[in-house]
């Protein structure tokens, strides 16, 4: 940093206030030039200025000149929201030799503008006081020195879907070690199970296998699958990781060659079939898996009881059976974490009008990727589970447990319509005499290629009716269905006589992401979906530094957009891991040794471990890289020991008084944490919602 603008305890305070316009957006509702003017009268104001876009080069140019020629020594930026372009400035001022926790923000847009579009007056009124506030509190801001932590060059990747999956290969063939850990006894998700992917038609399987074997074989990647994630700590470029292996029963001398399953006396529902076939307690979960090694269901296997049944080991030809395997504990160190783990389906069984599991001719959409799929339990034949024949009429049911706020999740789980459409072409390749029709509330055919796909289903000849059926009832003698509800396009009511139902089901998030949440300490949005640090501008990373998201453990997405994301994730985790090191943000908190009673109750509330204490000298310590900042600890400290920095108590009630200065009985203050809540008043910014000002 140069000299000239280095920060001298003593010095007298020199502050630089800019407005920006942000074009009409705040300029729109708020007078910037009467601001600009009001900042001027403040105390220990020594340059004000409005410009049209702040954050643009000229205007980044403009301060650092004035840094140097007025001797500045705290600068405010009246604009946006500082989730946006807080970074961008502190970069300025740094550029300009001022130390960058010198530099303060006022959200006078979304916190402003957006939210009083319609009275200009209090608008500016509030903008002032938002102002005021922020210059207060500058002229307490304190220079920071940030700590440097070293990065461990592993990476961890959670779930091996094909997110997990291209995410691991990424990292791998960059030259990084990657541990993936996948749940279930073989990688490949939900694509594995899908026939066809759209737009392109492709077989599913056929494009996911060479990846699931690139996996298996990478020199770079120890694959763990049949294994949990139970503990994780540390921080950012360190995490201390534990991964519990769960007993296979069978050792890696297995050559899969199936003659256990031929004699295992044991059949249980086929959870890759989705329960439309069985399978045996020692079997392999798919043709294509990986490992290719088989497992023993310990839950349905009777050897692994008293009544020792052993019929498979007797069998076994490389005795790959070791019916006394147990779980295991593995502990690894890495410096980037990648969270690819998935999702789950939403299970019509609530919604009783469509009669799943009532009426055997109504499945799932999951259900009939399986059973037109020439690997599944049909051979790929469409037939009714019913009788087996091949049905006249087949109807898709739209939006079933999406987009409603009454049964189901509220949000669109954007796979559904094209997957449909998909699923439709494939019956009119092979069975084009099959009538079809699709319910639907809206057709979102929003990809490269998806208004193609769609425009050919209905040169085809597929009924598309705008109105979800009311209800369905069940002929009982011919299990055919009847489905009756309104045409909203046509407003008539519709009665639709199929032989077969598909419920287009929904994407939610896992029944295990709660745990997930836990052990790496990550928020959620309101649906259950892992939420990213900023939806624009980092849309893979997570507020918890080096942690990263993946496919659609973030969102319901297609396969395309879940590899795409994945690669971006991969990138973020290997920027991180070519420095070597990262510097970690200076907002933690300092033990004031002389209060501290080394009670240890800063340390059981600290949620990242970030807080130690010494028995001996009865004395706190905090471990810089591993803080995040929340404030917990200084919150719940009763001997006023703890100072958070950059966000110390005279700070924020220097901001108090400032807010409260005039009419204070016509205000309401809210105090919104800076790493959570303050999202959610920008979030209302954003949609512009409207409140009193």
Not at 298 to 327: H, M, Q, R, V, Y
Request: some cysteine; hydrophobic content about 35%; overall charge negative.
């Amino acid at each position: 940093m140069s000299s000239e603008n280095q920060f001298k305890p003593d010095e007298e305070l020199r502050i630089g206030v800019y407005v920006c316009h942000c074009g009409k957006n705040i300029a729109g509702s708020v007078n910037c030039a009467d601001v600009a003017e009001y900042a001027a009268s403040l105390p220990n104001v020594v340059l004000s200025k409005h410009n049209l876009y702040t954050c643009s080069d000229p205007g980044q140019e403009t301060i650092k000149k004035d840094i140097k020629e007025h001797n500045l020594n705290r600068v405010v930026v009246a604009s946006c929201t500082p989730r946006l372009h807080e970074p961008t400035f502190r970069k300025t001022c740094e550029e300009a030799g001022l130390n960058k926790y010198l530099f303060e923000m006022a959200n006078i847009r979304e916190h402003c503008s957006w939210v009083h579009l319609h009275e200009p007056e209090q608008a500016t009124g509030k903008a002032k006081d938002l102002v005021r506030m922020a210059v207060a509190r500058s002229a307490l801001l304190k220079p920071q020195d940030e700590a440097v932590v070293p990065v461990t060059r592993q990476a961890l990747v959670i779930g091996g879907g094909v997110a997990g999956i291209q995410a691991a290969l990424d990292l791998a063939d960059t030259g990084y070690k990657v541990y993936l850990v996948e749940k279930q006894p073989s990688i490949g998700g939900k694509m594995a199970q899908i026939d066809k992917t759209f737009p392109t038609m492709d077989c599913s399987i056929c494009i996911l296998a060479p990846k699931m074997s690139d996996v298996g074989k990478h020199p770079n990647i120890e694959l763990l699958t049949n294994c949990e994630v139970t503990e994780v700590g540390g921080y950012i470029g360190n995490f201390q990781v534990k991964v519990k292996k769960n007993p296979r029963y069978i050792t890696k001398d297995c050559t899969a060659c199936g003659d256990c399953t031929k004699v295992c006396p044991v059949e249980v529902p086929n959870e890759f079939e989705v329960g439309l076939s069985g399978r045996k307690a020692i079997y392999i979960p798919f043709p294509q898996s990986v490992p290719a090694r088989y497992l023993i269901d310990e839950k349905t296997c009777i050897g692994l009881g008293e009544n020792t049944c052993a019929k498979c080991k007797e069998i076994c030809g490389p005795d790959a059976i070791n019916f006394s395997d147990k779980s295991e504990e593995i502990e690894f160190k890495v410096g980037t974490i990648i969270v690819a783990t998935g999702l789950d389906v939403f299970d019509p069984v609530s919604l009783m009008e469509y009669g799943y599991l009532r009426f055997p001719n109504t499945i799932t959409s999951l259900e009939f990727e399986r059973l037109i799929n020439a690997g599944g339990p049909t051979g790929g034949r469409l037939v009714k589970p019913s009788d087996m024949s091949i049905p006249k009429t087949v109807a898709f049911i739209q939006c079933v447990g999406s987009r409603s706020d009454k049964k189901g999740n509220p949000y669109c789980s954007n796979v559904c319509c094209m997957n449909t459409i998909k699923d439709v072409l494939l019956i009119k390749e092979h069975w084009p005499d099959v009538k079809i029709y699709v319910f639907y509330i809206d057709i979102r055919a929003f990809g490269k290629g998806f208004e193609d796909l769609y425009r050919r289903a209905k040169e085809e000849g597929v009924i598309f009716i705008r109105g979800l059926p009311a209800e369905i009832i069940e002929d009982a003698k011919s299990k055919n269905l009847w489905l009756v509800g309104e045409n909203t396009l046509e407003k008539k009511i519709y009665t639709v006589n199929a032989g077969m139902v598909v419920l287009s089901i929904g994407l939610r998030p896992r029944d295990d992401s709660q745990k997930v949440q836990q052990l790496l300490r990550l928020s959620k949005t309101t649906d259950g979906f892992f939420m990213e640090a900023h939806p624009k501008l980092r849309p893979v990373d997570t507020p918890t530094g080096g942690v990263f998201l993946a496919g659609c453990a973030e969102a319901p997405k297609d396969i395309k957009d879940s590899v795409t994301q994945a690669s971006a994730a991969a990138a973020r985790a290997g920027i991180l891991m070519a420095k070597g090191s990262v510097t970690v943000e200076a907002i933690t908190p300092t033990i004031l040794s002389e209060n501290c009673m080394g009670c240890g109750l800063c340390s059981r509330v600290c949620p990242y471990n970030a807080i130690t204490v010494d028995k001996e000298k009865k004395l706190a310590s905090v471990v810089e890289a591993a803080c995040a900042g929340c404030g917990t600890c200084g919150a719940e400290c009763s001997f006023n020991a703890i100072e958070m920095r950059h966000f110390t108590d005279e700070q924020i009630f220097t901001q108090i008084d400032a807010a409260t200065e005039e009419d204070a009985d016509k205000k309401i203050i809210a105090f919104c944490c800076n790493w959570c809540s303050y999202a959610g008043a920008d979030f209302a910014g954003v949609s512009r919602m409207q409140y009193p000002p």
